[in-house]
C-alpha cells in the first residue's frame, strides 16, 4: 500500500505565501512523476505543477512565475512553493504520484488534499 499525505496548507491573504508538502510512504520501489493539482469550488481539478525524477516541472500558466515546485527523492517528498497567492488561487491541492511498487505494479496515487484559502 502506498499513501501521500500533504500538508501546508491554511488561511493567507492575497499577496502571501504558502509551502505545500506532500511525503509518500509505503511499499514503494520508485515514483516517477509527482504533481500538483487543485480543484476550486465549482470548478474542475486542473494540473497546477508536475515534477519528474530528474526535477524538470512543468507549470500551469496561471501559477509560472508565482509557484515553483521542487522535489527531494531521497525523502520521497515533493513541494510548492506559492507567493503572490491571489484568491483565485483558492482551492483544495491534492498530491498525485506514478509509483511502481515493490512487487512491480504501476500505480497511480492520490493524497487527500490540503484546503489552500486566500482572502483578506
Known amino acids: 500500500q502506498v499513501q501521500l499525505v500533504e500538508s501546508g496548507g491554511g488561511l493567507v491573504q492575497p499577496g502571501g505565501s504558502l509551502r505545500l508538502s506532500c511525503a509518500a510512504s509505503?511499499?514503494?520501489?520508485?515514483?516517477?512523476?509527482m504533481g500538483w493539482y487543485r480543484q476550486a469550488p465549482g470548478k474542475e481539478r486542473e494540473l497546477v505543477a508536475r515534477i519528474n525524477r530528474g526535477g524538470s516541472t512543468n507549470y500551469a500558466d496561471s501559477v509560472k512565475g508565482r509557484f515553483t515546485g521542487s522535489r527531494d527523492n531521497a525523502k520521497k517528498t515533493i513541494y510548492l512553493q506559492m507567493n503572490s497567492l491571489k484568491p483565485e488561487d483558492t482551492a483544495v491541492y491534492s498530491c498525485n504520484a506514478q509509483v511502481v511498487s515493490v512487487t512491480g505494479r504501476n500505480l497511480e496515487v492520490w493524497g487527500q488534499g490540503t484546503l489552500v484559502t486566500v482572502s483578506s
Open positions: 509505503g511499499s514503494i520501489f520508485l515514483i516517477n512523476d
